[in-house]
């Protein structure tokens, strides 16, 4: 669904080049969950945002299915969610997710019914008609995935969608959004720090790191798509975390 041949972005700043990325080379195939672990600044997000067509590389090519990573963000084929939630406070959690179906031309009865159906899927049911300072961050932020989800993209991209709430919304958020990924079966592209959230969540683990940015290892997992919290102390999970770290280690060693 989504693949990069030998993508490299250097930004020129004021102190001189800086290569986010380095002859990335990626797959993602369709109904994949894959999550970008790695040390601040080894180009996760960038990498995050080329795909969605908001950076545009130095080298190489992005394609998602069969078209540039441009034409498939005009065809909006991509759902984005931000590490701030980013809801309009003077707009209801409704009229947030409103926002972009309204910039698409939607109807307001298609616009009720998407808006209805996505704040089911986040459990956010009757919640619409509050103002985002009404909830709490851990149901900010679900706004914000519903919001992605309205124009029922095939593809989601989340930058580290939880990094700024506790560990319990966390985990419960986790739960929620694996639901979500097997009940909807979209591509989910997924920026984290956590180790145990990165092993929890995904199908493939892709391991980065710094200066340049670039990928050290690929995981794949082995753990089944039902996946309930407890599976983080049975022992394929912590093996699974063990060859993360490891590679994380690896990538450091180039510093
Ligand atoms: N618009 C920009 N202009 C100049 N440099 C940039 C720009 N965006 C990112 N960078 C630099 O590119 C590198 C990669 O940044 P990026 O935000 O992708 O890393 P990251 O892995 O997502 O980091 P973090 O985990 O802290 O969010 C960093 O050195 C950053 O300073």
Redesign the pocket.
């Known amino acids: 669904m989504i693949e990069a041949h030998g993508v490299s972005l250097t ?1 020129e ?1 004021a102190d001189g080049p ?1 290569h ?2 380095k002859d990335v080379d990626l797959t993602i195939e369709k109904g994949d969950f894959v999550s970008f672990i ?12 080329t795909i969605a067509a908001l ?1 545009t590389p130095t080298s190489g090519q992005i394609g998602v299915n069969g078209m540039s990573a441009d034409e498939a963000r005009r065809a909006r084929a991509y759902g984005y969610v931000f ?1 701030a939630p980013g809801l309009y406070p003077w707009r209801t959690i409704s009229r947030n997710i409103s926002l972009p179906l309204e910039i698409m031309g939607f109807s307001k009865a298609d616009r009720d019914e998407k808006i209805a159906r996505v704040l089911d899927l986040v459990e956010l049911g009757g919640f619409g008609g509050k103002f985002p300072w009404q909830l709490s961050g851990g149901m900010q932020q679900r706004a914000s995935i519903a919001r992605a989800l309205a124009f029922d993209a095939d593809i989601l991209l989340m ?2 969608p939880f990094g700024a709430l506790d560990e319990i919304v966390r985990d419960r958020l986790n739960e929620a959004l694996l639901e979500l990924w097997r009940k909807t079966g979209k591509t989910i592209g997924f ?1 984290t ?1 956590s180790i145990p959230e990165a092993v929890y969540l995904s199908t493939r683990i892709v391991v ?1 790191s ?1 200066r340049p ?1 670039r990928i050290t290892r690929i995981i794949e997992s082995t753990l089944p798509r039902e996946r309930p919290l407890e599976i983080r102390d049975t022992p394929e999970f912590i093996r699974i975390a063990h060859e993360v770290r490891e590679g994380l280690r690896e990538g450091h060693s180039y510093d």
């Open positions: 930004f700043t800086v986010a990325l790695g040390p601040s600044g080894c180009g996760k997000t960038t990498f995050l945002r950076e590490q930058d580290e920026v720090h980065m710094p940015g």
